[in-house]
């Protein structure tokens, strides 16, 4: 239902957070390593057939000079998510992030913060949930749990000042 690619193996360690995500959220998804810049055939291949094949949003990882989200999302019109991944290779991660960021007008990348694949995992989750009602009732729960933690917080915090 969604897939997750990365440009390298030593990002998957950043991009296994999306795919716990999407286990939490009792969402099926498939990982591999695609890169524009090292399989440009690959990734051409990966993207057209991505539709054909039952996926409904690719989320797509890269570090440094990070094409691949915007390659992906110029070869398929499914929404792609792209996690700008602090590298071996990259700068301090601004690398990352302005080449996922900046797209040109009509190729759009919903890109979130530096490393933030579990949050591209729980938007991805959240795009198909605008339309799944199963898995936006889970969204819910998981939304709900957001609270009962900050009410945990608050009562730590409460009890420290206490103390
Ligand atoms: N940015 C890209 C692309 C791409 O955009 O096609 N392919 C690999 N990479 C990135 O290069 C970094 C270093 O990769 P190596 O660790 O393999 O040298 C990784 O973060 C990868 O995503």
């Known amino acids: 239902m969604v897939g997750i690619i990365m440009g390298s193996l030593s990002d998957r360690k950043i991009m296994q957070q999306a ?16 890169s524009a810049h090292r399989t440009p ?4 291949e990966y993207a057209s057939t991505a539709r054909s094949r039952g996926l409904q949003v690719i989320i797509a990882g890269a570090g440094g000079a990070a094409h691949l989200p915007g390659m992906v999302a110029s070869l398929t019109s499914l929404p ?4 700008p991944v602090l590298s071996s290779n990259s700068i301090d ?13 009509g190729v759009p990348v919903a890109t979130v913060a530096l490393d933030g694949a579990r949050n591209a995992g729980i ?8 339309t799944d009602p199963a898995v ?13 933690k900050v009410a945990v ?4 915090l409460r009890n420290h000042l206490g103390s």
């Open 136 to 148: 936006g009732k889970r969204l819910d729960l998981f939304k709900e749990g957001l609270k009962e």
């Open 153 to 156: 917080m608050n009562e730590e």
């Open 123 to 130: 938007l991805a989750a959240q795009i198909i949930g605008a």
């Open 41 to 44: 055939e690959r990734m051409l």
């Open 19 to 34: 795919a716990d995500a999407l286990s939490e959220l009792g969402i099926a998804f498939e990982m591999e390593i695609v």
């Open 80 to 83: 792609v998510i792209g996690v």
């Open 93 to 105: 991660g601004w690398d990352s992030v302005l080449s996922i960021l900046q797209m040109p007008s």
